[in-house]
């Protein structure tokens, strides 16, 4: 019949019969509650950690990801360039080849007249040594 009046009151004994201000059971709620949350927080911490690891790790394989794409364009870029000097290259090499047909086709011509030069020389001495 105290213990009821004292509970009215909001007053409570405690296994060891001290007078607390809680009720027991609530207390003990109180307490598991502040170890649950204390495991929570922990393992939220340990889940930060974690997560902070995974961030840097991705941030890591990106940059490595960026030096990969940015050595691909490179190469890309050069591969570009390489086909430009050669196509530029061919279009030199077959300047050349046709300025080479025209200066082959001069000397064919230049050949001829001079064959004619030649045969009309040897006919004039021939000519001339007959006359003699």
């Known amino acids: 019949m105290a213990k009821d009046i004292l509970a009215e009151a909001g007053l409570h ?3 060891l019969n001290k007078l607390r201000v809680l009720d027991p059971e609530v207390t003990q709620q109180t307490i598991e ?6 495991d929570f927080v922990d393992k939220i911490g340990q889940f930060q950690k ?3 690891g995974l961030i840097e790790l ?5 940059k490595e990801a960026e030096n990969e794409k940015m050595k691909a364009i490179g190469a890309r870029n050069l ?20 300025e080479k047909k025209m200066q082959l086709e001069r000397y ?6 001079l064959c004619k030069v030649e045969a009309e020389q040897n006919e004039f001495i021939d000519q001339f040594i007959f006359q003699k």
Do not use: M, N, P, T
């Open 50 to 52: 974690i997560v902070g």
């Open 33 to 38: 509650l502040k170890e649950e949350c204390k």
């Open 108 to 113: 064919r011509v230049e050949y001829e007249a």
């Open 13 to 15: 004994f405690d296994e």
């Open 79 to 98: 591969l570009k360039s390489i086909a430009k000097q050669r196509e530029a290259q061919q279009q030199q090499l077959q300047a050349l080849i046709a």
């Open 58 to 62: 991705v941030d890591q394989l990106a």
